[in-house]
Antibody
Framework: EVQLLESGGGLVQPGGSLRLSCAAS????????MSWVRQAPGKGLEWVSS????????YYADSVKGRFTISRDNSKNTLYLQMNGLRAEDTAVYYC?????????????WGQGTLVTVSS | DIQMTQSPSSVSASVGDTIAITCRAS??????LAWYQQKPGKAPKLLIY???SLQSGVPSRFSGSGSGTDFTLTISSLQPEDFATYYC??????????FGGGTKVEIK
């Protein structure tokens, strides 16, 4: 059974940093691209970032480019999102999600999410 | 960037009804479209991919159609567990995925 478990969310002041983790199990982790998607309170879904299985390729939404860094440790089956320079508009539930079929087009499994609140 | 527009933003329906939700892309995306269901406080769940392919384990009362710029999610014989918010997502400009604004299906 595929499981994704996020952690690391919390309250942080504007300009601060936070690192999210996503522990994966139940599938060959290194064989699949992974993504982060966020959802601001009461709002829709926003793609944030994706990384290839080998970490060779990374992609970011314009809204986070230069501030967030996605990475993974395949030996630990864990995905990360380092978030620096946090802003109030980064407040959201952050989900990690698995690529469905190695085409980067769809997300078939999602974690339960971790809440990041940016506020003074 | 490709923009995804869903309509309606909300719909009220009764158990047993059939409803349709539409999604329009700002440019052609072939059949690279997915539909997700999200219940309050829960993660999204993939229902349909490639516009009309049913994800494993999803009931057959869910169906998708369309190509190019116009797509439809149809839910036949609504069940109590189907009341949720539904999102479309384009996979054409991968990995830069974009989602529609969502359609909330409420009990009438």
């Amino acid at each position: 059974e595929v499981q994704l478990l996020e952690s690391g969310g919390g309250l942080v002041q504007p300009g601060g940093s936070l690192r999210l983790s996503c522990a994966a199990s139940g599938f060959p982790f290194s064989g699949f691209a992974m993504s982060w998607v966020r959802q601001a309170p009461g709002k829709g879904l926003e793609w944030v970032s994706s990384i290839s299985g080998s970490s060779g390729s990374t992609y970011y939404a314009d809204s986070v480019k230069g501030r967030f860094t996605i990475s993974r440790d395949n030996s630990k089956n864990t995905l990360y999102l380092q978030m620096n320079g946090l802003r109030a508009e980064d407040t959201a539930v952050y989900y990690c999600a698995k690529d469905r079929d190695k085409q980067w087009r769809y997300l078939d499994y999602w974690g339960q999410g971790t809440l990041v609140t940016v506020s003074s | 960037d490709i923009q995804m527009t869903q309509s309606p933003s909300s719909v009220s329906a009764s158990v047993g009804d059939t409803i349709a939700i539409t999604c329009r892309a700002s440019q052609g995306i072939s059949s690279w479209l997915a539909w997700y269901q999200q219940k309050p406080g829960k993660a999204p769940k993939l229902l349909i991919y490639s516009a009309s392919s049913l994800q494993s384990g999803v009931p057959s009362r869910f169906s998708g159609s369309g190509s190019g710029t116009d797509f439809t999610l149809t839910i036949s014989s609504l069940q109590p567990e189907d009341f949720a918010t539904y999102y479309c997502q384009q996979g054409n400009s991968f990995p830069l995925l974009t989602f529609g604004g969502g359609t909330k299906v409420e009990i009438k």
